[in-house]
């Protein structure tokens, strides 16, 4: 079956990093542009960074800009968010997304928390 397992969210210090992985089976992962969203609570959920087919491409949303950054290994199927000078505002649950563009089929994991504290 398909799925997209987040992992390597946690308890972090503003100023702090984290990397988080999506792990993705069940699919020929190296076909599907990657995204990372965020939702924390009473907000909808936020694009924050996508990464085309072969990794030639980046976006980041501003808020993040210069600060996290999107990679992946197709090879391994996983796509990764690098964290960096992590703020309060970053606290949320992070999902990663698969979206397929011939077929327009699109994965969602389940998702894996932040939380950025003193």
């Known amino acids: 079956q398909v799925q997209l397992v987040e992992s390597g969210g946690g308890l972090v210090q503003p100023g702090g990093s984290l990397r988080l992985s999506c792990k993705g089976s069940?699919?020929?992962?190296?076909?599907?542009?990657m995204k990372w969203f965020r939702q924390a609570p009473g907000t909808e959920r936020e694009l924050v960074a996508g990464?085309?087919?072969?990794?030639?491409?980046?976006s980041y949303a501003e808020s993040v800009k210069g600060r996290f950054t999107i990679s992946r290994d197709n090879v391994r199927s996983t796509v990764y968010l690098q964290m960096n000078s992590l703020k309060l505002e970053d606290t949320a649950i992070y999902y990663c997304?698969?979206?397929?563009?011939?077929?327009?089929?699109?994965?969602w994991g389940q998702g894996t928390q932040v939380t950025v504290s003193s």
């Open positions: 997304k698969a979206e397929g563009q011939g077929s327009n089929v699109e994965y």
């Open positions: 069940g699919f020929t992962f190296r076909y599907y542009v």
């Open positions: 990464i085309t087919i072969d990794g030639g491409r980046k």
